[in-house]
């Protein structure tokens, strides 16, 4: 008797654990009849595939002729060879498990290594292939570096280190941080010179690494710049040329001497320089190539306009082109063009679109109409409009929106990195490139929402790199004021506005590599009027301790509820008092970062759909049931009330999913459903769910009986007692329906 008392203890206790580890499939699986019918997706298309997106780029000779090898981004990235004397794409090569590459190398032996996902790559001119050498832990990799044994180097993000990779052997060495400071660190630039790694970093500094003895020396520390050193090359096997971001200023420094140069070049656009020629060093500012004279340190302009960088930039011979007598400066551009630099001629020579297009990673969705669905990229020029009537994709030139909001008719976007916002009218034309009206400023770089009220633009902002303080910023129409540190030391994640109030949620985290001094998110309420802070407050819910960042917030359809999120949670907030009256967790483990809203869209049906991490839910409101639909970080709900996506594993593709609304079951099936939806998140007390069930089971018995007049006895009795429960009203509506 004993051991089967112990054995039912050990029983129970299992089953508890799995009941409350499974609870919310349980929740989900009881209650589909409660929610719309989703179809299976459908493919659409590749909207982003109108142009490529390039960072990089380098020279080499393949088979006798000057080649430039780059990477164009995509799902997968692609790898491609173009023959700069027959001005023809040789081979294109697809890098499964890259989307993109910073940047290419050429060493002595002729291997082209590529940084691209979490993989170096390297292409060999001989066999004409392209491999995965080694996989670097770090999540992105940014710069590239060889030396004399041809052994490659690699800088990484978000630990900045340097690594090593061995040609001979294939083993990775860990230099480790170059710095060490902060959790988040970049190596963003770097190069090679006898047994020397020169790193330029993301916070100020240019490391020297010893590549024997690890140590590590930062030699820009008079200069006393700031931000990136986002560019770096060594010249002439002595000269290390070194440009920050935020300045635009290029420095020298003589390797020989070990000092810098009394020379400084401004307003550089970058991104690389080469090798001198004739004692001169080729680099863009101010819309020109430029020149600086490495005896007499003057800089000199050259008749040749360029509105772009150099994404790589080597020196070519091309006889089969009478345009480029002599030694030309070749690059590449970020939408696919190969450009000359003629020195002799002081011309500029393009061949336009020689790498094939790819289709970019869709960033964010927008239905602005029925038949106009605005579309951005990742990092990219390129955005699309999708038509759901005619399922037409256009492309339209559109850089990284990160927010879109239509206000009186125009469609706003943020542009990141700039910072800035741009408007179109899409009743006038609505494939027109955006014109910017006015950037935030402030060090204010990723616009992550806009609200609007009362004639005026509202938007919430996160601070560039390495700092603290997002903004709130109200734009007139003519001009805009921008409220830095609406919350001290925290980014705005969202805002919505409802009568002269700017209801917002925050961030704790600010700008990449800077480091939190918050320790919870808060909610906060500002009056447009006064141009006050008049709330703010913590989120207070069972469950969700000090979140680090909240949103997306949303006023209630169909109720008087400011709703919101926060990880894996939604709840529904009093305006007033910012207290939360009712929460449900659709996840218990999201994977969201930062800075992720979790986004919320109602359908006009009265369903709140969230995407919390990778996951889309479909919530009711009301009982808070909810039904998890498929996996995306990137959706919207179209004008016609189906949902339209980029599927998690692979967001170069526009999928749809259609909607259609639940009309199957009897009254009996879904007042069942509503009851046992009620009760499973403690709407409903356990007597009145007792009472409940016990009629429903007294109708569905009739009803399999068909005796449907003793059927709707039992649903009138249920009635009666649902208008006696002490429930509030909202409830009791709904069940009554």
Do not use: C
């Not at 999201?590 to 995407?611: K, Q, R």
């Amino acid at each position: 008797m004993g051991k089967r008392k112990r054995f039912s203890m050990k029983f129970f206790l299992a089953f508890t654990l799995v009941v409350l580890v499974l609870s919310p499939l349980n929740q989900v699986s009881a209650n589909d009849s409660l929610f719309p019918t989703y179809s299976e997706p459908e493919e659409i298309g590749f909207p982003l595939s109108g142009g490529t997106t390039i960072y990089d780029g380098a020279v080499g000779i393949e088979d006798g002729h000057y080649v430039m090898y780059t990477t164009s981004k995509g799902v997968p990235a692609q790898f491609s060879v173009i023959d700069l004397e027959t001005k023809e794409t040789l081979r294109t090569l697809l890098m499964d498990g890259a989307n993109d590459s910073w940047h290419h190398e050429v060493a002595p032996d002729g291997t082209v290594y590529v940084a691209g996902g979490p993989y170096l790559w390297g292409y060999s001119p001989e066999t004409k292939e392209i491999t995965a050498l080694a996989q670097i832990p770090e999540s992105s990799l940014w710069a590239l570096a060889v030396d004399e044994d041809s052994n490659a180097y690699i800088g990484t993000y978000p630990s900045g280190k340097v690594f090593k990779y061995e040609k001979a052997t294939g083993n990775l060495h860990d230099y480790g941080k170059m710095i060490g400071e902060i959790n988040q660190e970049y190596v963003r630039s770097m190069d090679y010179h006898n047994g020397y790694i020169y790193a330029g970093t993301a916070h100020d500094k240019l490391m020297k690494l010893n590549i024997e003895t690890g140590e590590k020396v930062d030699i820009a520390e008079e200069l006393n710049e700031s931000g990136f050193v986002y560019d770096l090359n060594v010249v002439d096997d002595r000269y290390i040329f070194a440009r920050y971001s935020v300045s635009k200023k290029m420095y020298i420094y003589d390797i020989q001497q070990e000092k810098w140069l009394d020379v400084v070049l401004t307003n550089v656009t970058g991104l690389h320089v080469t090798d001198s020629l004739d004692n001169n060093v080729y680099f863009v500012a101010d819309s020109k190539l430029k020149y600086v004279n490495l005896e007499t340190l003057e800089v000199h302009e050259t008749k040749m306009a360029y509105g772009s960088g150099l994404r790589g930039a080597d020196w070519v011979e091309i006889e089969s082109d009478p345009r480029l007598p002599g030694k030309s400066l070749a690059t590449i551009t970020f939408s696919g063009d190969v450009v000359f630099f003629n020195i002799e001629t002081e011309t500029v020579v393009n061949y336009p679109k020689m790498v094939p297009l790819t289709a970019n990673v869709t960033n964010k969705f927008y239905a602005y109409s029925e038949d106009k669905i605005y579309m951005s990229g990742m990092t990219g020029a390129v955005g699309a409009v999708f038509n759901p009537l005619t399922n037409e994709i256009k492309n339209i030139t559109l850089g990284q929106a990160d927010v879109m909001h239509e206000m009186d008719g125009k469609l706003y976007f943020g542009l990141y990195p700039e910072g800035s916002v741009q408007v179109i009218d899409p009743q006038v034309d609505p494939y027109q490139t955006p014109t910017k009206l006015f950037v935030i400023g402030k060090e204010q770089e990723r616009l992550h929402s806009m609200t609007s009220g009362d004639g005026k633009l509202f938007v919430g902002s996160i601070p560039t790199y390495g700092k603290l303080g997002g903004a709130l910023t109200v734009y007139d129409g003519q001009t805009h004021k921008v409220f830095r540190n609406i919350v001290q030391d925290q980014s705005v994640n969202d805002i919505v506005y409802k009568e002269g109030k700017v209801y917002g949620a925050t961030s704790i985290t600010g700008g990449l590599g800077s480091t939190p001094t918050a320790e919870e998110a808060k909610l906060f309420v500002f009056d447009v009027e006064t141009e006050q802070k008049t709330k703010e407050v913590s989120l207070q819910i069972d469950g969700l301790d000090k979140p680090t960042h909240i949103g997306q917030l949303k006023f209630g359809l169909n109720d008087d509820y400011l709703w919101g999120a926060s990880s894996g949670f939604v709840f529904a907030l009093n305006p007033e008092t910012l207290e939360v009256e009712k929460s449900v967790n659709l996840d218990p483990n999201p994977a969201i970062g930062a800075w992720n809203n979790v986004h919320l869209e109602w359908s006009e049906d009265g369903f709140l759909y969230a995407n919390a991490g990778s996951k889309l839910f479909v919530l009711d409101p009301i009982t808070l049931a909810f039904k998890h639909i498929t996996n995306t970080i990137t959706f919207t709900l179209g004008k016609d009330g189906n949902i339209y996506y980029a599927p998690i594993e692979n967001r170069t593709k526009l999928v749809k999913i259609e909607v259609t609304s639940n009309n199957s079951g009897s009254e009996l099936d879904k007042k069942e459903a509503k009851i046992e939806a009620l009760h499973a998140n403690n709407l409903l007390d356990n007597s009145q769910y007792k009472q409940a069930t016990n009629q429903i089971k007294q109708a569905r018995h009739f009803e399999q009986k068909g005796e449907l007049d003793k059927t709707q006895r039992h649903l009138d009795k249920l009635k009666e007692h649902i208008q006696k429960w002490d429930i509030n009203q909202e409830l009791k509506d709904y069940l009554l329906k």
